[in-house]
């Protein structure tokens, strides 16, 4: 079993940055595939990006393709998910899970979730 805890949103201005961390408990971490959603008030959870267990392959969704990167860390059991040239619209809840297959968008085909974190990008 993975437990996972999300940290590192906040309130950040139009064309400002932030990166995003998942830190996860439990020595089977890095057989896991990790996606990043998110959600906002009144959507469907969304998914952004997903990154291989070994961090050798990762995809994005259009909506943040060329502005997002994730990236993972299994010696530290943490994934990241470095976010540029925000915009209000990116306004949300971002979630970190886990899925032992890769390649996967849904957001129930991932098991484990963590608690989320709030980011607020001001225009």
């Known amino acids: 079993q993975v437990q996972l805890a999300e940290s590192g949103g906040g309130l950040v201005q139009a064309g400002g940055s932030l990166r995003l961390s998942c830190a996860a408990s439990g020595r089977t971490f890095f057989v896991y595939a990790m996606g990043w959603f998110r959600q906002a008030p009144g959507k469907e959870r969304e998914f952004l990006t997903a990154?291989?267990?070994?961090?050798?392959?990762?995809f994005y969704a259009d909506s943040v393709n060329g502005r997002c990167t994730i990236s993972r860390d299994n010696a530290k059991n943490t994934v990241y998910l470095q976010m540029n040239s925000l915009k209000p619209e990116d306004t949300a809840v971002y979630y970190c899970?886990?899925?032992?297959?890769?390649?996967?968008?849904?957001?129930?085909?991932?098991?484990?979730w963590g608690q989320g974190t709030q980011v607020t990008v001001s225009s």
């Open positions: 899970a886990a899925n032992l297959n890769y390649n996967r968008i849904l957001w129930r085909e991932y098991t484990y």
């Open positions: 990154i291989s267990w070994n961090g050798g392959a990762t």
